[in-house]
DNA sequence: CTCCCCAAGTTGTATATACAACATGGAAGC
DNA sequence: GCTTCCATGTTGTATATACAACTTGGGGAG
């Protein structure tokens, strides 16, 4: 079809000096004007691909001084958490969810630190088991603080899940995960159906929306049963249940 | 000091209208010559605005049709995943390893659907096990494609991480992450120092450059000892290694 | 030697203008 | 009624030009 447009071929030229080694962090880059005259283009066209590759990483830009390499980011990776109703319809399978109790209680003092509330102070506490094609797959226990989610215990959550309805009442202002791999108390074994010595991955969750904590979740699954993760690109089917 | 550029507000006040709902999902956004003339300003700056936000994710643009609000991103989270090397140091420890085995050897044929090579065809293959002050807490099982990575074995892993240097070598394209919790085999218990009934968290992690894999790497942690996650802004104390 | 000033160069923003490539709707023709 | 064509409108790229805000280095004055 069509060649590249002339900013997006001088961001290759210029990203293949970077990549190649040539032009290694530090390294100053030819300014606009100079671009201009070396490439024939105006001087428009080289701030554009300048700016564009500014904005993703690979240049910082100091105005009176001139454009340099950036350092690479440090090396790391992002993997995606998703909610289990999405992620099990994700699959084509079918969701449901078990709610085995739903009610208000005093917070325990282990997750006093955890929440802006003091100790026996009031909050939600939710127990749900979730099923993905009628098989347990998920043990969901979560505390919420009622002031940031006045409405929770009016939920049905067969239909919606608690993740979903807080971030519609309490906009994610932050998010902390920790995934561990556990043995499971017994309790968590019988809601999961789970064998006598299968370990369980467990992943922690706490939301905040603004400065206050919302929630703390955590979320059990059977190790037999689950894996966490999603490739950038990858087929879904290769994560989250595993083949039977 | 300097009031904001005229593309930067005009990009403000298109962000107010779809935060607010006002302009919902699928909702036409002015054109480029009707913001030049609602907001008095030239049409490249009305265009440099919609750009932006449109590579953002907020905008979608048609050629011929017109801008639209974007649907809002599927709920997910991102958990970050780091380099086990640079993970222990940012927590103020310190990182060594022990390299078990690094030599060329056939694949396995499980391993060949996972890599654009031939059964038995000639891999590199890395036993590493990472200490975290001289405690054993990842064992790394790597195979290396020897085209995307040539000089492999040359490589001291004590001073480098496999990682490190493959980054280096061959650009990440794509990563796979698969997370899951299981009973090791007792080779790794012995690698990693775990008692009998442990679980351990493995990490699967396989990369690619351009469109070739270049790793298939399997990460065992003893769940006793690691815990996989970082909150956006969290101490780091938090996440990896757990409090003796 | 230090400080100040100035010239040259660099980035940053803004505008006007032009042409290209596409979408859409209405009108005309069959 | 269906198809084709055309006018209008929209996005996409490119250029020339202008002014602003900053950096840097060199030279001159005290």
Do not use: C
Request: charged share 25%; no cysteine; net charge positive.
């Amino acid at each position: 079809m069509q060649p590249d447009p002339l900013y997006a071929r001088l961001k290759a030229q210029i990203l293949r000096e970077i990549v190649s080694g040539n032009w290694p962090p530090g390294r100053r880059v030819p300014s606009e004007n100079e671009l201009t005259r070396q490439h024939g283009v105006s001087r428009m066209t080289a701030n554009r691909a300048l700016r564009e590759l500014t904005s993703e990483g690979r240049l910082v830009r100091l105005r009176g001084s001139g454009t340099f390499v950036a350092e690479p980011a440090p090396s790391s990776d992002l993997l995606v958490i998703r909610n289990i109703a999405e992620e099990i319809r994700a699959r084509g399978h079918r969701h449901e969810a078990r709610v085995r109790r739903l009610r208000r209680e005093p917070l325990p003092p282990d997750l006093v630190p955890r929440f802006a509330l003091a100790e026996g102070a009031a909050a939600f506490h939710s127990l749900i088991v979730h099923l993905e094609n009628g098989r347990p797959i998920q043990f969901e226990d979560r505390w919420v603080d009622p002031a940031m989610a006045p409405g929770y215990l009016e939920n049905d959550f067969t239909r919606i899940t608690p993740h979903e309805f807080l971030s519609r009442v309490a906009p994610l202002s932050r998010a902390e995960h920790v995934v561990e791999a556990l043995l499971p108390p017994t309790h968590v074994r019988a809601w999961l159906d789970m064998g006598g010595t299968e370990p369980a991955l467990r992943l922690e969750r706490r939301t905040w929306s603004g400065e206050r904590v919302v929630s703390r979740a955590l979320l059990w699954h059977p190790g037999s049963r689950y894996r966490l993760g999603a490739a950038i690109g990858l087929d879904i089917d290769r994560a989250g249940s595993k083949q039977p």
